[in-house]
């Protein structure tokens, strides 16, 4: 079955660096997401990505983040300056259908949990 | 602010009980409903979607929604040990990009 893959599953950083999240969505998906679920709390939006741009961004997305899609495969959410509060599981999603129409079902990687020291 | 709200529970069931759980939501113009599951760790896995007023049934899972009331259930029928875990209800915004999520609901499903 098909899968979206992130990598790295785990990351440790110290306060005031910079980290990348990688992520591949599954080769058909047309819509890429990022959510992050700091522990005990919900599953929170924080940008899609359609068409080589972003579509939709949530207040969490600020300019300490970045979006980019360098290659044909690859998706990645970039994350300048770490903070304390920036630690969370990072969620990569993609789906085949989005915006106006069509059910937007979200099929989820395994995440990458963040750790900032 | 539009939000998706769930009973964080835990709800506890025995095995082969009916687990019913339920989420409102605010914004109107949602186009689609999701439960997904997620257990401890994991990301979270799709049950089902809906989008049409009513009830739609697969396997042991039905969910049921009422836009006029603003309501989505999904009960679970027989339940095992094996469906303990969180159960987020997922709305899309109308007209957007955006799916949200409720905070959840911990089922436990005692054997």
């Known amino acids: 079955e098909p899968e979206v893959t992130q990598t790295p599953s785990h990351q440790v950083t110290q306060m005031g660096q910079e980290v990348i999240l990688r992520c591949v969505p599954i080769s058909n998906h047309l819509y890429f997401y990022w959510y992050r679920q700091i522990l005990g709390q919900k599953v929170e939006f924080l940008v899609s990505?359609?068409?080589?741009?972003?579509?939709?961004k949530s207040e969490i997305f600020d300019d300490q983040f970045s979006v980019e899609r360098p290659d044909g495969s690859n998706f990645t959410l970039k994350i300048r300056s770490t903070k304390l509060e920036d630690s969370a599981m990072y969620f990569c999603?993609?789906?085949?259908?989005?915006?106006?129409?069509?059910?937007?079902?979200?099929?989820f990687g395994a995440g990458s949990r963040l750790t900032v020291l | 602010q539009k939000e998706v709200e769930q009973n964080s529970g835990p709800l506890s069931v025995p095995e082969g009980a009916i687990a019913s759980l339920n989420c409102t939501y605010s914004d109107r113009g949602s186009q689609s409903f999701f439960w997904y599951r997620q257990y401890s760790g994991k990301s979270p896995e799709l049950i089902m979607f809906i989008y049409s007023n009513g009830d739609k049934e697969d396997g042991r899972f039905t969910a049921q929604l009422n836009k006029a009331s603003q309501y989505v259930s999904l009960l679970i029928r027989d339940s095992q040990p094996s469906d303990s875990a969180t159960y987020l209800c997922?709305?899309?915004?109308?007209?957007?990009?955006?799916?949200?999520f409720g905070a959840g609901t911990r089922l436990f499903v005692k054997a």
């Open positions: 999603a993609s789906s085949s259908t989005g915006g106006a129409s069509g059910a937007n079902v979200l099929t």
């Open positions: 997922a709305v899309r915004e109308g007209g957007g990009f955006k799916t949200i």
């Open positions: 990505f359609y068409n080589n741009e972003i579509s939709e």
